[in-house]
């Protein structure tokens, strides 16, 4: 359930602002589409770095987890 949601909050959030996709998932959206580039880049992460990503962009900061 919480993976899942953290998942998700990212896909939507990167489908939102596809400015903030780092710049080769931006060229993949740019060939492929962006909700490919978006699938990938996050199957391209790790745990931690999906876990450090949600928690740039969703907690603020001074928070913690």
Known sequence: ???EAL????FEHYREHPDSLPAD????AF???L???ITDH???MTDNYALE???DLFVPR????
């Open 1 to 3: 359930g919480k993976a």
């Open 7 to 10: 998942l998700i909050a990212l």
């Open 25 to 28: 998932a931006a060229a993949m």
């Open 31 to 33: 060939a492929e589409g």
């Open 35 to 37: 909700d490919r580039a």
């Open 42 to 44: 996050i199957a391209s």
């Open 53 to 55: 990503a949600y928690r």
């Open 62 to 65: 001074g928070w913690e987890l």
